[in-house]
Structures are given as C-alpha cells and as structure tokens.
C-alpha cells in the first residue's frame, strides 16, 4: 500500500495536469474564433459600416456617431427649422450642393439626399461634422437671433470656431467664409424608422 500511494498520486497529477493543459488550449482556440465575430477596430477604420440607433430623438436633438475616425451628425430638425433653410439661400455660397460634388475628396450623398433638405427623411439630417476648411470641428449653435460671431438674422446651423466658417440648417456654407464647401453628407440609409446604417447606401 505504501509503494501504491506515490503512484496514484503522481498519476492523479499527472491526469489534473493534462486537463488543465487541454482546457486551456480550447480557451485559446476558441477565443480568436469568438472575436472573430466583432468588426475589428481596423475593419472600422476602412469604413465598416455602423448602425446608430436614432430612437428618442427630440425635435432639435442632435446626436453624435462614429464613421472612418470622423463624427457623424444626426439632428432631428424642428418644422421651423426646415421652414427657414429656404430663407438662407440668398446667403449661402452652394445652396443647391453643385460645388466639389464630385471632387476626389468628397464623399458622395445618397441620391436620394439630393434635394433641399440634404437628407433622406427631410425630419433626420445626417453630416460629416468636419468643417470643410481645415478639418476643424463646429459647434452646434441652433438657436436663432443675434449672438457672438453671429448675424442677427441667423436662423440656426454651426459655427466653426477657429475661423468663422458658418452653415445653415442643411450644412450649407455661408458666402466669404474660409470653407469652401458645404458639410458632406455621407452614404447612409435607414434599416427601419428608429436606425440608420451609416456606410451603406441604397442604390438609386
């Protein structure tokens, strides 16, 4: 008995070993398997396409997404500010969105944003939020009237804070200011009422 007890002993480690050994081979096997199923950060990166839920927006809301490394806006906008945008258009620079349409860097629209309102659903306007400029960021300033750096007819929209460059209701540039274009709309569709795919587009 006293030669047997070493035996089983250093067979019951050994077996212990071996499952452990064996387990955490599954593991690391199955882990790369199992990340598989997430868009890798490099897959978003090369423009991956990426839902964004729009459920709950309130009139005037704008909420911020994440496309190739840029922001993505995606504002609710209020029937007075859809009845505005026409009024802008004696001040605008392209107010029918022709300049640079095609340019190499531009990111073409969905055809069917190719109206006055620049979007799909005239309620829900989506933007690259980068000033056309120098890649600078805008702020939002949506309420209308007089206000620092701004006219006292202004009706809504963004003003990029390093050089003045402001745009409407649409991302539509003023006239004299440093940007030279409008704000990109990028290819985006609706997948139900409540959800965008920013990325995809449907075909016209």
Not at 114 to 129: D, H, P
Request: charged share 20%.
């Amino acid at each position: 008995m006293s030669n047997g007890q070493p035996a089983d002993s250093s067979r019951r480690n050994w077996i212990i070993a071996t499952c452990v050994a064996g387990g955490a081979a599954g593991v690391a096997t199955a882990y790369p398997f199992i990340d598989s199923m997430e868009p890798s950060e490099a897959a978003k990166a090369a423009g991956a396409p990426v839902e964004v839920d729009i459920s709950g927006m309130a009139p005037g809301e704008q909420r911020t997404a994440e496309w190739r490394g840029q922001p993505i806006w995606i504002v609710r906008r209020t029937p007075e500010m859809l009845a505005n945008l026409a009024k802008n258009d004696p001040e605008l620079a392209d107010p029918e969105s022709k300049r640079n349409a095609d340019g190499p860097d531009a990111l073409n629209p969905p055809f069917a944003c190719k109206n006055e309102w620049r979007s799909i659903n005239k309620e829900y306007l989506v933007l690259v939020g980068i000033c056309t400029h120098l890649g600078c960021s805008p702020g939002a300033k949506f309420a209308t009237g007089a206000q620092p750096s701004l006219p006292a007819d202004w009706e809504g929209g963004w003003l990029c804070p390093c050089h003045g460059s402001t745009f409407d209701m649409a991302g539509r540039v003023y006239k004299n200011k440093p940007a030279p274009d409008n704000l990109r709309v990028p290819p985006y569709k609706f997948l139900t009422a409540t959800r965008l795919l920013i990325g995809e587009t449907d075909k016209a």
